[in-house]
C-alpha cells in the first residue's frame, strides 16, 4: 500500500566540479595547504559538502566536488555559484580554474 505523500515538492541536487591548477606548489604538502583551508573556509560559510576528489596525488592539479540539497532548483544554482566565486576569491594569488562544472541530479 502506497501513503500518498503530504508534500509534494521533492529535493533538488547539485554538483559543482572545479578543476584547478596550482601553478606554485611544488609538493603535495604546499598543495593540501592550500586545499585545506579552501575546503574549511567554504564549510564555515556554506552548508554545502565539499571533498578533492580528483588528482590526490598530483602537486599542481586538484578537483574540488561540492554538493548542496535544496527544495527548488533556483536556490541549488544560486548558492553553487556563490560558492564558485567564493573559491575562486580564495584562490587569488595561488591558483586559477581551469573549469566549472554544474550537474543538477
Known amino acids: ?5 503530504l508534500n509534494t515538492n521533492h529535493p533538488h541536487v547539485g554538483l ?5 591548477f596550482l ?9 593540501r595547504k592550500i586545499i585545506k583551508s579552501v575546503i574549511e573556509k567554504v564549510r564555515s560559510r556554506f552548508n554545502v559538502s565539499i571533498a ?4 590526490h596525488d598530483k602537486w599542481q592539479r586538484c578537483t574540488l566536488g561540492v554538493v548542496i540539497i535544496a527544495n527548488n532548483s533556483g536556490r541549488v544554482e544560486k548558492s553553487l555559484d556563490e560558492v ?3 573559491i575562486d ?9 581551469i573549469s566549472k562544472e554544474i550537474t543538477f541530479l
Do not use: N
Not at 601553478?23 to 598543495?31: A, I, Q, V
Not at 578533492?52 to 588528482?55: G, P, R
Open 84 to 86: 564558485f566565486k567564493f
Open 23 to 31: 601553478p606554485h606548489c611544488h609538493s603535495l604538502k604546499e598543495k
Open 52 to 55: 578533492e576528489i580528483e588528482y
Open 16 to 20: 559543482l566540479a572545479i578543476q584547478i
Open 1 to 5: 500500500m502506497k501513503i500518498p505523500s
Open 89 to 97: 576569491d580564495r584562490l587569488l594569488g595561488s591558483g586559477e580554474i
